[in-house]
């Protein structure tokens, strides 16, 4: 399944709790539940996306909160992020609202949204972004050789004689001027 395109929640391949059909080929959370819904395998490429937008029709005025996990939450899943929803109710309607979310999703990975909320959720779709626009750190390089170097965390430190880094996938398309290099 491809992220980058819109994905319709009504065809989830991974659940846990209660799951109603929702609206527009979306999933509803209903009254007094809780519920858990995802995909497996959808596949981010290697640069992947933080960027996520969501259709959400919220059944009050309230705030709702919408969980992101990578895996289920109750077979071990790893929580990404709790995303709140904070628009004013229109009946019947889908109000879409997007957040950047704390790292990028990268590669295969089984994404799941829960919520305890009355809501219904018409599905979601991740922002395509390109690595050459984007800050891109040491220790990401696709290659890293050389006499003596230490990745730590983002960065490459202790750097010896004659070490490369390799970047691929820098499409560097109309418009690119120049290349920010800092070290720190």
């Not at 390089?141 to 003596?148: E, F, I, P, R, T």
């Amino acid at each position: 399944i491809d992220p980058y395109g819109f994905v319709a929640a009504g065809i989830y391949t991974l659940s846990e709790g209660e799951l109603a059909s929702g609206n527009d080929r979306g999933v509803s959370i209903p009254p007094n539940a809780s519920g858990v819904f995802g995909f497996a395998g959808l596949d981010f490429g290697h640069w992947g996306s933080d960027k996520i937008s969501i259709p959400v029709f919220a059944l009050s005025d309230g705030p709702c909160t919408l969980s992101l996990w990578e895996g289920l939450p109750g077979q071990g899943g790893k929580h990404i992020a709790d995303l709140e929803y904070r628009k004013k109710m229109i009946w019947n309607t889908y109000q879409e609202e997007s957040w950047t979310l704390p790292r990028r999703l990268r590669g295969l990975v089984d994404l799941c949204i829960a919520s305890s909320d009355r809501l219904h959720v018409q599905g979601f779709r991740f922002e395509r972004q390109e690595r050459a626009w984007g800050r891109v750190y040491a220790a990401e390089a696709d290659g890293l050789w050389g006499d003596s170097f230490r990745r730590e965390e983002d960065w490459v430190r202790r750097i010896g004689n004659n070490v490369a880094l390799r970047y691929e996938g820098m499409r560097f398309v109309a418009g690119a001027k120049s290349l920010s290099i800092s070290c720190a």
